[in-house]
T-cell receptor, first 112, second 106 residues
């Protein structure tokens, strides 16, 4: 158990819908990261927050947005879902950007 | 264009063999991570390197900043080492390799 909690673990939704994935980082960790892992594109970095502020942005689509709240939990919002958004979404956390990263178990999203 | 290249893509070894997985990157980095992903999907961070060499049990990771190259070595491999190993270069963002699928046969 990494100490990073992601909910929901599995989610099935229809095209065009919107979903929210939630992440609670390890106690004391200020940095939160979101990644997408699909069969055809492997692991991709989406976005990073540090203590509530956006720190780095990767290949995150405009239909996706994220935020980190004052209690340090984070949410990833995916809207206007397409079949290609089906993937495993990981959240990870670290004390700060220069330290070891701990991964959650992921949220499996299936868009039908 | 792949900022991070890993080799080999697939690797099968007999139990006890010494294993090396290579990672080359083309971007400027602040750190290089080695990750392990088991069937079922969970990811564990094995090492984070910015220079030199780190060792944890039977695992050794090295990085050569000048050559932009890192290696992960597994000594005395065991079937429980069977997993996908992924390197990730971190600078202004994360760049992932495509992973090396390792199978260790008893």
């Amino acid at each position: 158990d990494s100490g990073v909690t992601q909910t929901p673990k599995h989610l099935i939704t229809a095209t065009g819908q919107r979903v929210t994935l939630r992440c609670s980082p390890r106690s004391g960790d200020l940095s939160v990261y979101w990644y997408q892992q699909s069969l055809d594109q492997g692991l991709q970095f989406l976005i990073q927050y540090y203590n509530g502020e956006e720190r780095a942005k990767g290949n995150i689509l405009e239909r996706f947005s994220a935020q980190q709240f004052p209690d340090l939990h984070s949410e990833l919002n995916l809207s206007s879902l397409e079949l290609g958004d089906s993937a495993l979404y990981f959240c990870a956390s670290s004390v700060d950007p220069g330290n070891t990263i701990y991964f959650g178990e992921g949220s499996w999203l299936t868009v039908v | 264009k792949n900022e991070v290249e890993q080799s080999p893509q697939n690797l099968t070894a007999q139990e006890g063999e010494f294993i090396t997985i290579n990672c080359s990157y083309s971007v400027g980095i602040s750190a290089l991570h080695w990750l392990q992903q088991h069937p079922g999907g969970g990811i564990v961070s094995l090492f984070m390197l910015s220079s030199g060499k780190k060792k944890h049990g039977r695992l050794i990771a090295t990085i050569n900043i000048q050559e932009k190259h890192s290696s992960l070595h597994i000594t005395a491999s065991h079937p429980r080492d069977s997993a996908v190993y992924i390197c990730a270069a971190t600078g202004n963002q994360f760049y992932f390799g495509t992973g090396t699928s390792l199978t260790v046969i008893p």
